[in-house]
């Protein structure tokens, strides 16, 4: 798609074509519905040469709890399972992106078409490529976020993304505060796709720390 670029320094231009490209791609994601009811799993987590094993659950209003009882890696691990479970969570365009205005910002070699972000959420900004959002720039909790997908796999209710990686830097230097690449696979449990493993590669460690975890056993719940 070739986009015709309208001032994108505006953030009060609301462009439709911007609109309805950010919309599509948007409802593209992959999402659990209103009837998930949640799932039990055995997890193994593995970093260096330490392994810990345990139960997780993942309830159908999302909360997530584990039996691990390493502190350390237990703060990992709800970390995990909460930021999955964030991901998957539907809301419609409108309750998400309602406040925002959309305006075309440039489209890269790859055909990526950038998306600049007012309202609201003023300041950030996307991608999208082939109707998935292939990068994601925003504000949250006083950091900056950059997520670039570099590959994913498509299921007919929607996107999910395989390998990926990310960005946080101070808002106000620009200084880097953690980079990691990220490796995801999932299956099909019942209805649902489900993660049985993250690999994730923390690039500001010397020498760079890998911590895996793998799900298995998974066991919808009800």
């Known amino acids: 798609m070739t986009a015709t670029v309208t001032n994108p320094l505006d953030t009060t231009i609301d462009n439709p074509e911007a609109r309805s490209l950010m919309q599509s791609a948007y409802e593209n994601r992959y999402t659990w519905d209103e009837h998930f009811p949640g799932y039990t799993a055995q997890i193994t987590v593995t970093t260096g040469d330490q392994t810990y094993r345990g139960k997780v659950k993942v309830n ?39 406040k925002n205005t959309f305006n ?79 490796t995801d696979n999932y299956t099909q449990v019942g209805k649902y796709h489900i993660l049985t493993d993250r690999t994730i590669t923390s690039l500001l460690d010397n020498p760079p720390r890998t911590i895996t975890f793998q799900f298995s056993d998974i066991q919808l719940l009800g």
Do not use: W
């Open 104 to 182: 075309f910002g440039e489209t890269d070699a790859t055909g990526a078409v950038e998306l600049i972000v007012g309202g609201k959420s003023a300041g950030d900004r996307y991608k999208i490529r082939h109707n998935e959002v292939c990068m994601v720039h925003r504000h949250i909790h006083g950091i900056v976020v950059t997520i670039d997908t570099q590959s994913s796999h498509q299921t007919p209710e929607g996107y999910l993304s395989h390998q990926y990686h990310s960005i946080y830097r101070d808002p106000q230097t620009g200084e880097v505060k953690n980079e990691s690449n990220y």
């Open 60 to 98: 159908a209003n999302l909360s997530v709890e584990t039996d691990i009882e390493d502190s350390a890696i237990k703060k990992e691990v709800l970390g995990q399972l909460q930021e999955i479970a964030i991901h998957r969570v539907r809301r419609s365009f409108a309750d998400t992106h309602g």
